[in-house]
């Protein structure tokens, strides 16, 4: 609810009360100030009111809660947002016709009397008593300016602001106290520029350029006569007042501050009558604040920034210290978004996933080697109403997400593999690859106990036609979950903790991932700008640089502009130029069959992997160029949609695949991305084919069969690769297998892949 100004809400029994109160207060205050002190007056009776001359004189102007505007990489700008909306100005960016018509109907005297107007106090008590009603202010524009300053610090603790307006005594006379100190320090001008600027107009404007900009749709510098009598009459009461919602009212109270400016000859009568004459003209802009005013659909990176804000300690020691900041505004935030980027991920997503669909979509594009946070969009539109959401589902939790992220299924699987090769295995890595086997136990973790296979459980492959032995390029191309079972078996996890954290992965929620063996399977939520970010890496050459979403920041304090310090992306070898480069040639390539084939670019360099999880509740397909990686998400954010038999985008789908939905959309979504942009290559690596002709029933030391095993229950029923290579063809059956009761409820500390609930 607007927050009321002087004069406004009170009987005008209580308005003459307080006028004959201020008269008295008034006369006892310039009588202390000629006495030696002020406890003569027995002001401080009871320690309910402090002596005049003890109220410390280091009254400061508050820094003006102003609007904060957050720009684009190229300077366009995505939205504002504010506390309060106000824009400052100076005096001379305010029409002479509005500084006139303030101080007529609010302090006609303004330019003959101090801080306290005795004669117009005496007047306006007068005045209203032969009125039989309140027509006249007793407080000067300086005691007003106080009294805005008080409300001003209290921000929006309604506490604070009851106490800033309290009716009593003791802050009357440290508002005169106060007033007095700026009558000498700043003069009559900047007095009234301050009040110009602090004080509320109603309709969620505070100062006159919001004023202007509200009511009439141009700045403060160019209002007529009638339109600052106006805006002057609101001030009193901005709700009775309030001309967009009682156009009569308001009528009334402009062509009485008309007729007093005619009075007290700042215009002549004539012109008061010619505008009283005059309609309104209202040419109303709707309030236009916070990330639901956002163009091109970047309101959850609007939001994502927010919270960037609110969260890193550069900003400030205590959220409660950045939270003032953020609240005080008049911040000009540039960001990492780029405008292509952003534009062609919301034009892919809307081709390809409608609002109104049972399940959702979330894109996220991160450029390799600097972090930068290039777009980042979703199907269901930032808001509150139908088919729209307020959860950012390509963050983790305490951005702005869900609660735990979306498991990745076999999008995980390049991170074993990088774990793999760190550790010494080539990119020939040969395992047995049964098509369903016991998870080998035991298998060592970072700690001393290692982990157990308790309860014999299994995991299968998705096809009964995926039997090894198998290398990594071609486990890789077919996803074969044994395989990579195998591995993780063969390294012991410790080596996969310590990769996946060198890429920053964590789950949804913040947690580290547990040290299970089905992590090799992508059963734990992560976000997808966590996996856009980790990719990244692979395509610049092992470098991990963690996200960032501001550029810099200016703020406008005191008509002074100052740069803030920003976080700043750092950058880390999470991997050799080997290694990364391997995996690359694993992932590269445009694929002639397969999952990843509607994916594919065929103007540039690409690699990516598919990923469909167990009940095909989510599909993923993560995927990346020399200079660009994007994560695409399909699924439930409950994950309680099954992707069987479902219509998204229009289009009908018998079963979901990675490869099917979500890669078409990385791939038009970074075709729009990248158009005009250079398209450099991979540093490939050869990895030669394995020979057919071998045997593979054999056993022998050098398949690496596995030694330890693996939890499962958080299998993948689908992968693939973008691969050039001609065996690189995936079937796809139903799945066999299913996740135990509670895994969407999310285990921490067992071998099941849970935590996939979200909110």
Known sequence: MPKKRSGGGLSSTQQAAKFLGVSVLAGAVMAGIALPAAGALGLAAKGSVQGFDDIPDNLKSPSLSQRTTILDSKGGQIATVYSRDRTVLDLKNISPYMQKAIVAIEDSRFYQHGAIDLKGILRAVNQNAQNGGVSQGASTLTQQLVKNYFVEEAGDDPTKVAQATQQTIGRKIRELKYAIQLEEKLGKKKILENYLNITFFGEQAYGVEAASQRYFSKPAKKLNLQESALLAGIVQSPSRYDPVNDEEEALKRRNTVLQRMAEVHDISQEQADAAKATKLGLHVSRPKNGCITAVKGAGFFCKYVEKVFLNDPVFGKTREDRAKVWNQGGLTIRTTLDPQSQASIQASLKDHVYKSDKVAAAATLVEPGTGKI????????????????????????????????????????????????????????????????????????????????????????????????????????????????????????????????????????????????????GAKGISPLTMATAYAAFASRGMYCTPVAIESISQQVGGREKSLDVPKSTCSRAMSETTADTVNSLLSGVIDSGTGQQAGLTDRANAGKTGTTDERKNAWFVGYTPNLSGAVWVGSATQQVQMRGIKIGGVWHDKVYGGQVPGPIWRDLMTGALTGKDAPSFNLINIPDPDRNKDKGQDDDNRGRGRHGGNGNGNTTDGGTISGQSDGGVVFPTPSFSLPDGFIQGNTNSGNGGDGGQR
């Not at 198998?470 to 979950?481: D, F, I, P, R």
């Not at 395989?483 to 990769?499: A, E, K, R, T």
């Open 374 to 521: 290039l777009g980042m969009g979703q199907s269901k539109p930032f808001g509150t109403g139908t088919n729209e959401t307020e959860y950012n589902y390509s963050v983790n939790y305490d951005m702005g997400g869900s609660n735990y992220g979306f498991p990745t299924g076999s999008t995980f699987k390049p991170f074993v593999a990088a774990a793999a090769l760190e550790q010494g295995r080539p990119a020939t890595q040969e395992y047995s690859s049964p098509n369903s086997m016991p998870y080998p136990s035991p298998v060592q973790t970072c700690g001393s106990k290692p982990w157990t296979n308790q309860r014999n459980e299994k995991v299968p492959n998705e096809s009964e036609s995926e039997q090894g032995p198998y290398q990594l390029k071609e486990a890789m191309a077919k996803s074969v979950n044994t395989y990579f079972v195998q591995m993780i078996s063969d390294i012991g996890l410790c080596p996969v903790m310590n990769q996946i954290e060198k890429l920053g992965v964590v789950q949804g929620n913040g947690d580290k991932l547990p040290q299970v063996p089905s992590i090799a399977l």
